[in-house]
Structure formats: C-alpha cells, structure tokens
C-alpha cells in the first residue's frame, strides 16, 4: 500500500485540510497560533474532516479481494477469516495513521510560514503537537475505522462504507454543537 500513489495522494489532501483549517479557525489576537489548545482543536477539526479518507482506506482494506474475487481462494489455505480480516484491519489501522501524521507535521509547518509574525507564536513544544495525535487522533482512527471496516466487510460494498463515514461526520457535528451548548 505505501507503494500506491493513492497513499500519498491522501497524505497530501491530509495536509491540505489541515492546513485549510488551521488557517481558517484563527483569530488574530485571542490565542498564539501554535498554542497547546489551538493546536489540540485543529488537530480534531482535521481528524473529522480525515474521516472521508478513512473511509477509503478502510474501505479498500476490506473489500479489494472481494471485489475482485479472490476471497475463495483466500480462505482454501489455513488462514482462518479471522486472521485475514484481523492482518487486514491491523494494515489500514497502520496506513490510516500514516496518513494522519499530516497533521501534527502541517501544525508544524504552519508555524513556520512568513507572514505568520513572531508575536503570534508562542515557544515551540513538542508535547503541543503529539498529545493531540495520541490522545485524540489514534482512539478516533481506531474507533472510527472499526466501524467502516466492519460495514466493508459485512455489506461487501463501498457505498455503504461512505454512507457510514458521512452519518460518523454528521454525529459528530451534532455532537460537538450540544456539547458545547449557547454562546
């Protein structure tokens, strides 16, 4: 899969998202642009808008040698069903947090474009960026690709895994706008 130009292809739409966000959700003069909490919230923003990229990673992970028939095969030899859907789950988990790396690293490199002015930026802290993607990124990508693969897997189609992936996107929105309740 790291092979495939699709893999980099969605690093790269990632990191646009990322970047489009973080730009777009800043106030001048409210918050340092590399703040911890800053950063925290526009790694979540990208995180929800990656989940369409999760849905094809996972998506493919789990209906490639269906759709071109090779599950039979497959399941002659003594790999169980398990074992395969798990090796197969476990690959898109991997490539899926690859392409969430995009993130912390366009955070990063946000920071350090020209017409972001010296006073906007606070002292660089490495915790800033990796705490988000560990405490939030890796239990949503995991959650989330759960969720898309098993739909994969069980309905053997990729327009139920975008559906999916499009009512996680929407729950979350109406989540997130009860949770944070009237301004």
């Not at 990208?46 to 490639?64: E, H, N, P, T, Y």
Request: glycine share 8%; no cysteine.
């Amino acid at each position: 899969r790291l092979r495939r130009p699709l893999t980099w292809i969605l690093v790269v739409i990632q990191g646009l998202l990322t970047f489009w966000t973080n730009l777009a959700t800043y106030e001048a003069g409210n918050e340092l642009f590399n703040g911890p909490v800053r950063l925290a919230g526009g790694a979540a923003i990208a995180g929800m808008a990656g989940i369409l990229i999760s849905a094809a990673v996972f998506g493919d992970a789990a209906l490639r040698d269906f759709q071109a028939e090779m599950d039979p095969l497959l399941f002659t030899s003594r790999l169980s069903k398990t074992e395969y859907l798990t090796g197969r789950f476990l690959a898109a988990l991997a490539i899926n947090i690859l392409v969430l790396l995009a993130i912390p690293v366009t955070q990063f490199l946000i920071a350090q474009l020209p017409f972001i002015k010296p006073e906007m930026l606070g002292p660089f802290r490495l915790a800033a960026f990796v705490q988000p993607f560990i405490l939030l990124l890796l239990p949503n990508v995991f959650f989330v690709g759960a969720i898309l693969f098993t739909i994969a897997a069980l309905g053997r189609q990729t327009i139920p895994v975008y559906l999916g992936a499009i009512g996680i996107f929407v729950a979350y929105l109406v989540a997130v706008n009860n949770l944070t309740g009237p301004d």
